[in-house]
């Protein structure tokens, strides 16, 4: 139903190929003037778990398609040959030990419950 | 004629590795503690605070790879899978899609219908989620985090499987393997192995595959087996009526024997997965999975063809010590000290599947040492006790581990040899007893068997059986 940049993106990557997200998208979608139809932010909102009132409805299409001109203007960049960067650091390998450091941390942990039972978060029915 | 139809298998396989700690923090993993009391900021979403990864959970993932022939990725990472869910206190899970660990290996499985290949299309690392538990008294629910963060390798399959009982041959192979590598303990029951279940039908003979649908919520291969039984005939059954079989996650419900389609919303695969920023890439290299591949130790399959050739036993033997690395553990180390495989093999498989099956104890869970083991296996084959007198002196070793050696000299237990006593309790049987001795004398052999006894209880049940015997003869027939 959505296709959002970041689905585009990263799928490309998936598919081993190389990146190129110019390829596959430049002069499809340089065009600029993205429109995000009503049932896309019904459906965004429905993930997000938010209830968006009609205002703040058309505040996230706008902010929405102002990102997705901004991507296209991403794609105009020719990233041919370019590894795609998988971390913004250029560092790899951090690890820790598999050794025991932290104790019984409930009390910390259980002070963000906003409802509390016993020593659980106390939280509305859910059948898992 | 009625139509075949084919059942197409795909499995995704759940295993919780065998950790001291969880995935990205150093909070203990160990089951069965208070409530939350195996949290700390990572492992409950806080904000601001950063994952490390424990790099045990890699090892053992790579141990699991290799053991399936997969493909190890060079260069790996995390990914966050975003959902939301009281039991998800991030609000994502940190899973691999992009670039899971390994890829594209097998198992070789063997039914009825003989050997068959399982390909395993990927595999990842991820976290657990919480546990939920319903409040009947609140009618609300529950969260315990104790178990968020506790390291998971999915095991995703091809859709390779066309029975039941391939599914099951699959899940125990993996079982074996896992728990031989000591990566993980691989119970249904305590949910630290979980399958969900991919199931398709097809006419038989069609190129293509039928929709199929997810089967969450089997936590027993009898549970496994059920289900897919079920939801084989459901398909068919919209097929035939001409209806369309609809994709999506049902949960099993093993007590009504019946699964039901969970909400369609929670059902939404839309995950919005994007690269984790918090946690850099992971390159393993070639030296790396050597030093796992020469640490691996010896797999099932290898162990069994040994046993056949290493050991006299039989091969039935030799499958049912094997089905648990423990129990072959206990089987290889008793043997090296007391060299007789056979008796070895036989106190393993008579009385201590029985003391197991009557105490509920599993194999890995047995607590006595080989060398106690050893020692009354000697004991009874030099004939220091009697057979009955040896079943009483295991079960003490099953239960505390005691040193069959002072144990039976600080009670007394040697066989009585001695035909001076043996004659005397005889004849106090025998003087006892004129009603069994009359029967004997007129023709009942039976009525010997009452006098042993007799005499047996006088000598506490130590009396060497054979001496016994043959004094109550002499003394009857003369
Ligand atoms: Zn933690």
Redesign the interface.
């Known amino acids: 139903m959505i296709n959002l940049m970041n689905v585009k993106l990263i799928s490309n990557e998936m598919n081993g190929n190389d990146g190129n997200v110019s390829n596959d998208l430049t002069g499809k979608e340089v065009s600029m003037g993205h429109r995000i139809d009503d049932e896309t932010i019904e459906y965004v909102g429905i993930l997000a778990k938010l209830s968006l009132t009609g205002q703040e409805k058309e505040k996230a299409k706008a902010d929405m398609e102002k990102m997705l001109d901004y991507i296209d203007t991403l794609n105009e960049l020719d990233t041919q040959g370019i590894e795609p960067m998988s971390h913004v650091f250029p560092v790899n390998n951090v690890f820790r030990d598999d050794v025991i450091s932290n104790g019984d941390g409930s009390e910390e942990t259980l002070a963000n419950a906003p409802l509390r039972k016993n020593n659980e978060f106390e939280v509305p029915k859910t059948i898992g | 004629m009625s139509k075949q139809y084919e059942t197409v298998i795909g499995l995704e396989v759940h295993v919780e590795l065998a950790?001291?700690?969880k995935i990205f923090?150093?909070?203990?993993t160990e089951f069965g503690g208070?409530?939350?009391?195996?949290?700390?900021?990572v492992c409950?979403g806080?904000p601001g605070s950063l994952p490390?990864?424990?790099?045990?959970?890699?090892d053992y993932a790579l141990a699991i790879a290799i053991a399936t022939q997969c493909e190890v990725t060079p260069?790996c990472?995390f990914d966050r899978k975003?959902y939301?869910?009281?039991?998800n206190p991030q609000n994502y899970q940190i899973s691999q899609?992009?670039?899971p660990i390994a890829r594209n290996g097998f198992v070789e499985i063997e039914t009825n219908s003989g050997i068959k290949k399982v390909r395993i299309h990927e595999m990842h690392m991820e976290e657990d989620a919480g546990k939920?538990?319903?409040?009947e008294w609140?009618?609300?629910?529950?969260?315990?985090?104790n178990r968020s963060g506790v390291p998971l390798v999915e095991i995703v399959s091809e859709p390779d499987m066309r029975s039941a009982d391939e599914v099951l041959a699959y899940m125990e192979k993996l079982r074996l393997i896992i728990q031989y590598l000591g990566a993980s303990d691989c119970k249904l029951q305590e949910g630290s192995m979980r399958a969900d279940v991919n199931l398709s039908v097809r006419e038989v003979g069609s190129p293509s595959f039928g929709t199929r649908t997810e089967m969450k919520n089997l936590n027993s291969f009898k549970a496994i087996a059920r289900a897919i039984e079920a939801e084989r005939q459901r398909q068919i059954e919209i097929i035939e009526e001409g209806g369309e079989v609809i994709q999506e996650t049902r949960r099993w419900d093993d007590n009504k024997e019946y699964s039901y389609a969970m909400r369609s919303?929670e059902d939404?695969k839309?995950y919005?997965?994007?690269?984790e920023?918090d946690?850099?890439?992971?390159?393993i290299g070639e030296d790396w999975i050597e030093r796992i591949r020469s640490a691996q130790p010896e797999l099932r399959t290898e162990k069994l063809m040994r046993y056949k050739k290493e050991f006299d036993i039989p091969e039935y033997d030799a499958k049912i010590l094997t089905e648990s690395k423990h129990m072959a553990d206990l089987f290889e180390a008793t043997t090296a000290i007391c060299h007789k495989p056979k008796k070895v093999s036989n106190w393993l498989m008579v009385e201590t599947f029985r003391l197991m099956k009557e105490t509920g104890t599993e194999c890995e869970e047995l607590i006595f040492s080989p060398s106690h083991l050893a020692d009354l296996i000697n004991l009874a084959e030099n004939k220091t006790i009697n057979s009955t007198v040896a079943k009483e002196v295991f079960e003490k070793i099953f239960r505390e581990d005691i040193d069959p050696n002072i144990y039976v000299k600080e009670m007394g237990l040697a066989t009585v040899n001695d035909e001076e006593a043996i004659e005397k309790a005889a004849k106090q049987a025998i003087s006892e007893n004129p009603k069994s001795v009359e029967d004997y004398k007129n023709g009942k052999e039976k009525a010997i068997g009452f006098l042993v006894g007799q005499t047996m209880k006088t000598l506490k049940g130590q009396g060497n059986p054979g001496i016994v015997k043959e004094v109550l003869y002499s003394l009857l027939n003369n």
Request: hydrophobic share 35%.
């Open positions: 950790t001291k700690t923090c150093g909070c203990s208070a409530p939350n009391t195996h949290t700390c900021p409950t806080m490390v990864l424990n790099k045990q959970v890699v260069v990472k975003n939301f869910y009281p039991d899609l992009y670039l939920l538990i319903h409040d609140d009618d609300t629910s529950l969260v315990d985090f919303k939404a839309d919005r997965y994007f690269p920023p946690l850099v890439p992971i390159v």
